[in-house]
């Protein structure tokens, strides 16, 4: 016996099903599918049948949401902040736009430093969130901890400020204006 002699077992191999090539082959017209109906149209798969069974989506709990005003919110901790200035990424000042570049995060992050280690040196922090101890240990440091208010995609759409001045100004709603002698 030799690997030429191989062969499948009798029965295991069958000729492929050939649909819709005439009435004489039985599969021929509709080609096994019937007349009309989604079923019977290209495309159509059952989308979750465990026939009978409870389906999967059925036997788990629903549970959670997603909030409409989700904030995307990116942590830094002093610890971080440290090691920058150590590598020399930064100096004394460390903004918005660093943050997200250092980060590597998107415009539409917000940014908390947090007051996980230590920092020696005096730098000028600017962003939207600041923990108490991280702002405690930053202005023991010498240092300066300021809150922007938006972020650099909103900051970005603010007419006539540079985009460093428009992170720190404070965000004003809409009124509506209405007109005192307005005639139906």
């Known amino acids: 016996m030799d690997l030429s002699s191989l062969r499948p077992a009798k029965g295991a191999v069958k000729n492929k099903k050939r649909v819709g090539r005439g009435q004489g082959s039985g599969n021929g017209t509709t080609a096994g599918k019937g007349n009309k109906g989604q079923q019977a149209r290209s495309g159509y798969k059952r989308p979750i049948n465990e026939g009978g069974q409870i389906p999967v989506y059925r036997r788990l709990p629903k549970f959670g949401f997603t909030p409409i005003d989700r904030k995307s919110v990116t942590t830094v901790n002093l610890s971080q902040i440290t090691r920058w200035i150590e590598q020399g990424l930064i100096e004394n000042e460390l903004g918005v736009i660093e943050l ?20 020696t040196a005096a730098v000028k922090i600017t962003a939207h969130g600041f923990s108490k101890s991280a ?17 650099l995609e909103e900051a970005a759409r603010v007419r006539d400020l540079a985009v460093e001045e428009a992170l720190l100004k404070p ?3 809409l009124v509506k204006r209405v007109k005192k002698n307005q005639k139906p």
């Open 135 to 151: 702002e405690a240990k930053i202005t023991a440091a010498g240092g300066e901890a300021v809150t922007a208010v938006r972020t």
């Open 100 to 119: 997200k570049v250092l980060c590597h995060a998107s415009n539409a992050d917000y940014f908390k430093v947090l007051g996980n280690g230590e920092i």
């Open 171 to 173: 965000k004003t709603k």
